[in-house]
């Protein structure tokens, strides 16, 4: 109920497109964006951070939906022969020579959501957007996935964080919740505060248009904040950091709720604020409180877990049965797989990283075809992310399947071609690498 309440509420507050003339032609209301992912690919192995934000796939669509009002990103268009997809805008993927039937456009929203989760050497995020929580850096506590909204110093004054218990409950609640309002910025805390305040838009729009993201965000700094739940402190704070967590405890254990035991926190609560902020344009935050965060969070990241029965309950064999053996081979294989692999075999064959929670949330089927033009085992699968299909080789046994598809969800980067690239294009992918 509570999901279908939410759902009516997007589909109303969608913003109406004009059909175009041609019913397979998207109309001009629905905007090109253009991607470089070879220069995106390029940009995260510099050394530079600020080379890695304005190249990568976050930064190009930061720069190319900059000045995007809320209203375009909740058209939600769909057009004939793109499977069902809805979209704010259009994907031309610079010199990868593919038509955006849907693929490009759920993969734009997958790269952008992997970049700013991707971590260096020193474990901190690459593109300074979300850093490991510390516990995730140090492998304690229960959740050791979560990632935390990046530091930088000097980002809440030294207030904010203190733990002066003289100030009054209302005061508390003032810096609890308006803390974004109550420091000097540094340029360096404004870009971070924009970046984070578009990450915001960008997961809605995705999530708008039936994309779950891959965003491990606390439940207790994030989700529950979202739902105006009332969040425990100190649970929150051992929920990213239990080191911290347990100090606290040993040390005082009079502090309660208040959000200024930690410094983390109070950043945390600080940049939460412009995360926040972004959605609001886009999804309507003011239902959220109907939700708990847990339920928040499903909505927006789907499962978690690569579900292999789910998706063998949409799955649509051409060319197959499923008493082949290949297909014995193939559904082993996948439940063999670990999490991470089945994550890349997803953003394989359907330009997303996680499935819907249920059956009834899939918006296609998944397809198996045969591949009859290549019958040798040494032939590599391949996928139509736009249709959510696998054109499979009837490989011989189960360990040249598994390689093969293993070689493939790890190697290939780029999407299959539709047309024949032309030399300009080609020249303008790989331009200033």
């Known amino acids: 109920m509570k999901r279908d309440l939410l759902n009516s509420i997007v589909e109303a507050t969608t913003t109406p497109t004009s059909l175009s003339h041609d019913e397979y032609e998207l109309p ?37 939906l900059r000045g995007w009002s809320g209203s375009a990103l909740r058209r939600g268009y769909i057009a004939k022969g793109h499977g069902g997809q809805k979209r704010a805008f259009k994907v031309k993927l610079v010199g990868e020579g593919v038509n955006d039937y849907s693929g490009p456009y759920r993969e734009v929203f997958t790269d952008a959501i992997r970049e700013v989760h991707e971590t260096g050497t020193a474990m901190t995020g690459l593109l300074g957007i979300l850093d490991p929580s510390p516990n995730k850096d140090v492998g304690v506590g229960e959740d050791r996935n979560l990632s935390v909204f990046a530091s930088i110093d000097n980002a809440v004054d030294a207030d904010a964080g203190s733990n002066d218990l003289n100030i009054s409950e209302d005061e508390k609640i003032i810096r609890s919740h308006y803390s974004s309002h109550l420091t000097t910025k540094s340029e360096k805390v404004r870009d971070l505060e924009d970046s984070l305040t578009f ?55 009079a502090l309660g709720d208040d959000v200024s035991i930690s410094t983390l926190l109070a950043k945390q609560q600080q940049l939460f604020n412009a995360f926040a902020e972004g959605m609001s344009s886009v999804m309507p935050v003011e239902i959220f409180a109907i939700f ?27 060319g197959y049965n499923e008493d082949d053996a290949v297909i014995t081979y193939f559904w082993e294989t996948l439940r063999e797989m670990t999490t991470e692999e089945r994550k890349l075999f997803l953003q394989f064959v ?20 045969k591949d009859t033009k290549s019958s040798s085992n040494d032939a590599l699968p391949s996928a139509s992310t736009c249709f959510f299909s696998l054109s499979l080789p009837e490989y011989d046994d189960k360990k040249t399947l598994r390689d093969k598809l293993l070689f493939a969800i790890n190697n290939v980067k780029t999407m299959e071609s539709d047309y024949v690239t032309n030399d300009v294009e080609v020249g303008e992918g790989w331009r200033d690498l």
């Not at 359907?350 to 075809?369: G, N, T």
């Open 28 to 64: 001009r209301e629905v905007r090109t964006v253009r991607v470089n992912r070879l220069k995106a690919r390029k940009a995260m192995d510099s050394s530079g951070k600020n080379i890695k934000r304005e190249n990568t796939v976050f930064g190009q669509l930061q720069t190319e």
């Open 199 to 253: 990450l915001g838009k960008l997961v809605s729009t995705a999530v708008r248009h039936g994309i779950p993201v891959d965003l491990d965000l606390p439940l207790g700094t994030v989700w529950k904040r979202l739902c105006e739940e009332n969040v425990n402190a100190l649970e929150s704070l051992k929920e990213i950091d239990v080191i911290a967590y347990r100090r606290l405890k040993e040390t005082n254990t």
């Open 292 to 318: 708990t965060g847990e339920e928040l969070r499903d909505y927006f990241c789907g499962n978690k877990e690569i579900d292999v029965e789910l998706l063998r309950k949409v799955v649509e064999y051409e």
């Open 350 to 369: 359907w330009a997303r990283s996680r499935l819907p929670l249920k059956e009834s949330d899939f918006d296609a089927p998944f397809k198996i075809q």
